[in-house]
């Protein structure tokens, strides 16, 4: 998804949805987030991306006024959540890991309940449950115990308790874990519907397939700090393509096929254990592509060819690794 | 509307996620307290067995004090029960104060407590509301025993000011306790241990009181524990709403036990709620 695509995502000079200035979070001894700095354009879908560990919902706790930081500013449209944490929390909506919806009431209490917090009475507040659990397939259980719910399910009533009043900037802290195929699907059809309405939703992820999928800027985050920043395509050029994948169909032309693949994509070649195996990290995606090419027109045999996605593993360690320029090289 | 048509979603109605852009203002902390307070009372609905808690058990404590030990211990039933109905009638609401705390421990648990406190209404709404909700229960409980009292041939001596001054003092002090519990629960972090603990507890202070027997058969040393015991306190402050013999010292003592204890144990819970 390119940036120019969508009307919703603001222009240069429009107010940020969120940002953050040298945010810091420490517990006891360990350093949860270290000098975070993040800038949210508004109708963005903003994806922190990062293993266990890397700080996310530390960070997001932070965004959303859960927890005070060390150091640092937030600003959340431009209010500062230190000064006037109740104002910031009228904009904001959050699912967090959990699904933090109350087991002992009814999937339309939760949302009543929410709803009359927020300020809407009696049949109004009926009225906007009602019309949620119906637009997240969970019309027939409104009245079953949430504690009967399915983990889906319970998913999806928290991010309707999270949109009872549609949200200026929408936290989702790692929202399809543990969720089955459909059920990310859904969730990233109502992330984007939310987009198209102005919204700005800032989610995290392990996964680089939804962060892929999702977003329209990532910011890969490592103890604490963001290592690399960027839209997905920049992000995935910074770390190449994935690996070459090649099975001769002759052993003997292995040898052959591995000078050729090396010359064609620049990289180093790795010969399995299985002898009519090797493979190859290319220096970028218009490299891997054209190993095929000089495999076929060298003469080599094939069975099997093929290009692997860059994994989040990939690209973690061509941006923390070693390479301190690749990361600086996305930033910018 | 664009969904992938590949995908096996059906198609997400835009128009019923988002809201019709005319959101009111957030509830003000009364009403967010009253919301509260309406969700703790919905978990009576949910799970009966805590209205039976609050009616039958109260109910089975009185009768079976009455007539099993009544005989032995005042020489009948009739008797005793006019001793020992303020005691039961505290003892059966104290009984009902442990619920907030437990909903607290379990919305912790949960993440439930995250998404109260992202919401745009005051901070202490949930306390409050879940405290309030305990003490709806408390006055059903006290009810159910001043009524069940009254049919077992209770003389209210005090009249029916004096039982609703006996009521209304009880629950004030249940009230101040259900701020222990809370302050427990987020100290405990489970909500079997609130439970274990409230119970232990309040049995505990209960028999260490003067609710059942008069202090002065007891050996010395424990009728000054019991004399120092904030339940003998109200026990002995009900008992003389109950009966007409009311002596103004002895609720206004349990007045400022209760204002001291909220005093203590709501900021306490305060702090482990912001904390949490």
């Known amino acids: 998804m390119e940036l120019g695509d969508d009307p919703a995502v603001a222009r240069e000079g429009d107010l940020p949805a969120i940002v953050a200035r040298g945010l810091v979070k420490r517990f006891d001894d360990v350093v949860a987030v270290d000098g975070l700095d993040l800038r949210v354009p508004r109708g963005m879908v903003y994806c922190l991306l990062g293993p266990n560990g890397a700080g996310k919902t530390t960070a997001v706790r932070m965004l959303a006024t859960l927890t005070a930081p060390d150091a640092g500013t937030v600003l959340i449209e431009g209010v500062d959540v230190r000064d006037d944490g109740a104002r910031v929390r009228r904009l904001i909506g959050l699912t967090g890991q959990l699904a933090s919806v109350d ?10 309940l929410i709803a009359r917090l927020l300020g809407l009475r009696g049949d109004r507040a009926r009225q906007r449950a009602r019309r949620l659990l119906a ?42 874990t543990g969720l089955d195929p459909v059920g990310r699907l859904r969730v990233w059809a109502v992330v984007r519907a939310l987009t198209r309405r102005g919204t700005t939703v800032l989610l995290t992820t392990q996964q680089l397939e939804e962060a892929d999928a999702l977003a329209h800027r990532i910011a890969v985050l490592d103890r604490g700090r963001v290592v690399a920043e960027g839209t997905p395509a920049q992000l995935k050029a910074s770390v190449g393509s994935g690996a070459v994948r090649v099975r001769v169909a002759d052993a003997d032309t292995r040898d052959a096929a591995a000078e050729l693949l090396a010359a064609a994509t ?4 790795t010969l399995g254990d299985d002898p009519l195996a090797l493979s190859v990290r290319p220096a970028g995606e218009r490299e891997a592509a054209r190993a095929l090419a000089a495999l076929t027109d060298g003469g080599v045999e094939l069975t099997e060819f093929s290009i692997g996605r860059p994994t989040l593993d990939e690209v973690f360690l061509a941006l923390t690794g070693r390479d301190e320029t690749t990361a600086e090289a996305v930033a910018a | 509307m664009k969904t992938p048509t590949s995908s096996p979603v059906a198609p997400t109605h835009v128009a019923d996620i988002v809201d019709d852009g005319t959101a009111p203002n957030p509830a003000g902390a ?15 609905r949910h799970v009966p067995e805590q209205l039976v808690d609050a009616t039958i058990g109260p109910v089975l404590l009185l009768v079976s004090f009455t007539y099993l030990f009544g005989g032995a211990i005042d020489g009948s039933p009739g008797a005793y029960l006019q001793f020992v109905l303020p005691g039961v009638l505290v003892m059966a609401v104290l009984l009902t104060t442990p619920y907030a705390g437990i909903a607290l421990a379990a919305d912790r648990g949960r993440g439930v407590i995250d998404r109260f406190r992202s919401l745009p209404v005051w901070t202490g709404a949930p306390l409050v509301g879940g405290v309030a909700g305990d003490a709806v229960r408390s006055t059903l409980a006290a009810t159910t025993v001043v009524a069940v009292g009254l049919v077992l041939g209770f003389d209210a001596d005090g009249g029916v000011a004096g039982l609703l001054a006996g009521v209304a003092l009880v629950v004030i002090f249940a009230f101040a306790v259900s701020w222990i519990l809370t302050a427990c629960a987020l100290a405990l972090r489970s909500e079997s241990a609130v439970q274990g603990t409230g119970m232990t507890g309040v049995f505990l202070l209960v028999f260490l009181s003067n609710v059942f027997v008069d202090p002065a058969t007891l050996p010395a040393a424990l009728e000054t524990v019991v004399g120092l015991n904030p339940i003998s306190h109200l026990t002995t402050a009900v008992r003389g709403l109950l009966s007409g013999t009311s002596e103004a010292g002895d609720v206004v003592l349990v007045l400022v036990e209760a204002a001291a204890i909220t005093a203590l144990f709501a900021p306490l819970t305060w702090r482990g709620y912001r904390a949490s």
């Open chain 1, 266 to 269: 620049g990289g180093e070649v």
């Open chain 1, 103 to 112: 087991d002992a009431m009814s999937g339309e209490e939760n949302l009543v």
């Open chain 1, 135 to 176: 637009a997240f397939e969970l019309a027939d259980d409104a009245g079953r115990l949430v504690k009967t719910y399915s983990g889906g399910m319970r998913r999806r009533l928290d991010l309707a308790a999270s949109l009872v009043v549609t949200p200026r900037v929408l936290f989702l802290d790692e929202p399809t």
């Open chain 2, 30 to 44: 009364v009403a967010a307290s009253a919301a509260f307070a309406w969700r703790g009372l919905l978990k009576i």
